[in-house]
């Protein structure tokens, strides 16, 4: 099955699903909303009643010679209820709207906070999996069609249900068989109306939201890719992928609209329809002395209000079928119960490095990727002691990264379980885990803020003086004065405007505000020059005194000082020791990897390795 094909089974979200949905976010503003439509059935209530006040002005006129008294009076009488009720009605409608603004800006507030609450705590996984631009592209939609949604809806059909019972009821009384006639014709027309939007305009819409995601998300990717396509001058390679996804797009929009006007038009023939069925009838009501001339002014305006809301009913049934295709994903998200998620009854994690002689503990851990199903890890045990300097090796694919993912727990462990400090993290908030634990990437990701924000956020109350002191530890600060704006020097998407030394020593900063008791450095030096190494490599030794610090080594000549090293192989820990142990080991696969390195050779094992791995791990991303 297709990742298309995938999505599009994901995405099957059910009435009830959206009756949920939807009840979730007007609940908390009810009563707002309630009024609104109160306010605005009231309103509406009215329009049923202008056709009898119409006819009455034609009746009397028709009745009395011109002016005659009782006529003028009786005219008169008439035309000041026409004007009242008309008054009423325009107020009401005002009051309404300034009620349903409030309501529908409250849920549009709350829906779009939401979603990025519960997109940003899904797991790694499936933020590995899932284009960024369509995620942000499907909160926002989801957003605007909720409020095409309720406007339709409460706004919409709910005031043209209201007319039509109100009309049927008034033709009822005065021209029972006009009544029956018009009644015949709406319950045709509403049929048809809903046939056509959720079997024929539905599935179109769906396809176009679809193409409509896809474009955002190529967007993005192109976009933030843009300094790799400079480099390899492939902006027309990219403009000719765009040009497909968009033309994919301009097909099926193109198509559903279409179909859409095709359906208005159905619908605007059956309305002439109507309005001549009405008219006739009446005329043959008259011909048959049971109807007057005031009769036939009746007949018509109530036909050009019914004609009205009739002809929007099939705007708003499509506009309906629409909003709820395009609700789709964020409904989805609102549904999604991710795997890495808080357990019930989750503690706060408590570390005091000083009541235990173990830090971190692998007791019997295995684990295997959701997308693979493929164990990396077997039965996998380790204690690492508190304060103690561990550094891991091996080949690409090995398992390094996935230990360090597993300690912040982006994902949970298969089997077994992890503990700092005694306590099982799977039992702990992610929050005051992730806390306890200091990460510098190899590739850092700045947020475009200023460079005082980004350093800051690793202790977000920290003031001036600390976000100071942190950048001069990590040899930040120098290069920072030297900028226009100093901290307040805003560094683009991701960081972009700043070299890669320069942001990994914004990001070493960060660890050191952070001040976690477990550390982890994934090559932390490997973006910088010589000179700016040696520094930052004295800065992290005074940084990790006292910490418990795992590093993710590439380079072996960066990690002699570790207290231990551990060797991975295929998920497996084959080796461990300081430098000094496995370098004398006869048979060592870490001297054998130290010394190709030595000689600015690629060991065999590590490309082979590899190979080895790249294609199922591309494969699950596909």
């Not at 279409?258 to 043959?284: E, H, K, N, P, Y």
């Not at 972009?496 to 942001?503: A, F, P, T, Y």
């Not at 060592?588 to 094992?605: F, I």
Request: include cysteine; aromatic fraction near 8%.
């Amino acid at each position: 099955m297709t990742d298309t094909e995938n999505e599009k089974k994901e995405r099957q979200v059910s009435w009830k699903e959206v009756w949920r949905f939807s009840w979730h976010y007007w609940r908390p503003n009810r009563w707002t909303g309630a009024a609104a439509a109160v306010l605005m059935l009231t309103a509406v209530s009215m329009d049923a009643i202008f056709p009898v006040y119409t006819g009455k002005i034609v009746e009397v006129l028709s009745k009395y010679e011109p002016g005659n008294t009782q006529g003028l009076r009786e005219a008169w009488a008439a035309f000041a209820a026409f004007v009242l009720i008309a008054l009423a009605n325009q107020v009401l409608r005002i009051g309404s709207m300034f009620f349903w603004n409030l309501f529908a800006v409250r849920n549009l507030h709350a829906i779009v906070t939401d979603g990025l609450h519960k997109v940003q705590r899904f797991s790694s996984d499936w933020h590995a999996n899932t284009f960024a631009g369509g995620t942000v592209r499907k909160i926002t939609r989801g957003m605007w069609a909720m409020d095409t949604f309720e406007d339709t809806l409460l706004m919409g059909l709910l005031p043209a249900a209201t007319i039509m019972i109100g009309v049927l009821v008034m033709l009822a009384i005065k021209l029972p068989a006009v009544g029956l006639v018009v009644g015949g014709m709406i319950a045709v027309y509403c049929a048809f109306s809903i046939y056509v939007s959720v079997k024929i305009l539905a599935p179109r819409f769906i396809e176009s939201a679809d193409a409509d995601t896809k474009v955002g998300a190529t967007l993005a990717d192109i976009i933030t890719g843009n300094p790799t396509v400079k480099s390899f001058g492939a902006e027309k390679r990219e403009d000719a992928i765009f040009l497909g996804v968009v033309d994919n797009w301009k097909r099926k929009s193109f198509r559903a609209w279409q179909t859409g006007v095709t359906a208005d038009a159905g619908r605007s023939l059956f309305r002439v329809l109507m309005m001549a069925a009405m008219i006739g009838t009446t005329i043959v009501l008259w011909k048959a002395a049971k109807a007057t001339p005031g009769d036939i002014a009746v007949v018509i305006a109530t036909f050009m209000i019914l004609g009205g809301y009739l002809r929007d009913i099939g705007m708003h049934i499509s506009h309906l079928q629409r909003s709820v295709s395009d609700m789709e994903d964020v409904i989805v998200f609102w549904l999604r119960k991710d795997d890495v998620a808080d357990a019930e009854g989750a503690i706060p994690l408590a570390v005091k490095p000083a009541r235990r002689r173990d830090m971190i503990a692998f007791d019997k851990v295995g684990f295997k990727y959701p997308s693979t199903g493929k164990y990396i890890y077997e039965d996998m045990s380790l204690d690492i002691a508190s304060g103690e300097k561990l550094a891991l090796v091996g080949p690409s694919g090995s398992g390094k990264s996935t230990f360090v993912k597993l300690i912040q727990r982006l994902y949970n462990v298969t089997d077994g379980q992890i503990r700092i400090d005694g306590q099982d993290i799977a039992k702990v908030t992610m929050e005051s885990l992730r806390k306890q634990v200091a990460l510098v990437p190899q590739d850092p990701i700045l947020f475009h803020r200023s460079l005082a924000d980004n350093i800051r956020y690793g202790c977000p109350e920290a003031t001036m003086e600390q976000v100071v002191a942190a950048a001069k530890k990590a040899y930040a600060h120098d290069f920072i004065e030297t900028l226009p704006k100093g901290y307040d020097t805003l560094v683009g998407e991701r960081g972009v405007k700043l070299s890669g030394g320069e942001r990994q020593r914004v990001a070493i900063a960060r660890a050191i505000l952070a001040d976690a008791p477990v550390l982890i450095l994934d090559e932390a030096t490997s973006s910088l020059d010589s000179i700016s190494e040696h520094y930052i490599q004295m800065a992290l030794q005074e940084l990790m005194k006292g910490r418990t610090t795992i590093t993710i080594a590439h380079r072996l000549s960066t990690i002699q000082k570790a207290d231990r090293i551990l060797v991975f192989d295929k998920g497996a820990i084959i080796e461990q020791g300081d430098h000094a142990s496995l370098m004398a080991r006869p048979g060592s696969r870490y001297k054998a990897l130290y010394d190709m390195q030595a000689l600015e050779l690629v060991p065999d094992l590590e490309l082979e390795e590899e190979k080895r791995e790249e294609k199922p791990r591309i494969a699950a991303v596909e």
